[in-house]
């Protein structure tokens, strides 16, 4: 027979299991928010040196297809969507091989949300899809970044692992 205690402590634990939840996903979006906006940031100066130096070629949105406006809601799209998919990872960044996954994971999406971009519906091209391989490597290693200088912080004994 089951204490009415033990059904509390059960809704007790879901209830902050919930709340931890809310928090991962909150702490991811709001990660790849600042992401996103480092990034606009760096497409936007790169941008307009490509233009300034009149080489349109070296302009992000131009080799890309798309518009300037375009190129931004891609940004902001990748950075809510990975982010959040990050923060429900987000626990697997305890180990490093953990880490490596959640990038690899938001790389991938950020590649699949800039072929949308630029694809539209028939953004599977199969030419293009080495970009996604590629993108999952680079979020791979800024993941294994950002935990280790996360950890680095911390003091001594918190680097390793």
């Given at each position: 027979m089951t204490d009415a205690r033990d059904t509390t402590v059960g809704l007790n634990d879901q209830a902050s299991s919930r709340r931890a939840l809310l928090d991962n996903v909150r702490f991811g979006v709001g990660r790849g928010l600042r992401l996103a906006v480092g990034f606009a940031a760096i497409s936007t100066v790169s941008g307009?040196?490509?233009l300034g130096l009149g080489r349109p070629t070296a302009n992000p949105f131009v080799s890309l297809?798309?518009?300037?406006?375009?190129?931004?809601?891609?940004?902001?799209i990748a950075?809510?969507?990975?982010?959040?998919?990050?923060?429900?990872?987000?626990?697997?960044?305890r180990w490093l091989g953990g880490a490596l996954l959640i990038g690899a994971v938001a790389?991938?999406?950020?590649a699949i949300v800039f072929s949308v971009g630029e694809y539209g519906r028939n953004f599977w091209n199969p030419d293009a899809r080495g970009i996604d391989l590629v993108f999952?490597?680079?979020g791979a290693g800024m993941a294994a970044y950002i935990r280790h200088v996360g950890r680095s912080r911390r003091g001594p004994g918190h680097a390793s692992s």
């Open positions: 307009l040196l490509g297809h798309i518009t300037y406006i375009v190129g931004l809601e891609c940004h902001l950075g809510l969507v990975a982010g959040a998919i990050g923060g429900v990872m987000r626990p697997l960044s790389g991938a999406i950020t999952a490597c680079i």
